[in-house]
């Protein structure tokens, strides 16, 4: 499946911002994915996940309760929404799937990746 990661962009601390990843090629009905993110400087860590019958879903401590993942089958999207976003959040962040019915922390159990898109919250 391809994957294309969008909606990131520049936000003043405390707004929100909406990520999709949108697929291609196959429908993401089939997919666990994962939204992970890399900070400047900093490894590249998984941020949300969610399992293939939405049965399971992760997120990292520090976005419980300002993050949802959702899962969109009309669209093929799996959307990322972010709210109260501080300076904290900036970085690249990338979806992930792999064909199973789990998800997983390690980027290097999925099998597809979408290019990346920029959050950047800063006043």
């Known amino acids: 499946v391809q994957l294309q990661a969008s909606g990131g962009g520049t936000v003043q601390p405390g707004g929100s911002l909406r990520l999709s990843c949108t697929a291609s090629g196959s429908t993401l009905i089939y997919y666990a994915v994962g939204w992970f993110r890399q900070a400047p400087g900093k490894e590249r860590e998984l941020v949300s996940a969610i399992s293939r019958d939405d049965d399971s879903i992760y997120y990292t401590g520090s976005v419980k309760g300002r993050f949802t993942i959702s899962r969109d089958s009309a669209k093929n999207t799996v959307d990322l929404q972010m709210n109260r976003l501080n300076p904290e959040d900036t970085a690249v962040y990338y979806c992930?799937?792999?064909?199973?019915?789990?998800?997983?922390?390690?980027?290097?159990?999925?099998?597809?990746w979408g290019q990346g898109t920029l959050v950047t919250v800063s006043s």
């Open positions: 992930a799937a792999v064909q199973s019915p789990y998800w997983y922390f390690s980027w290097d159990e999925y099998e597809d």
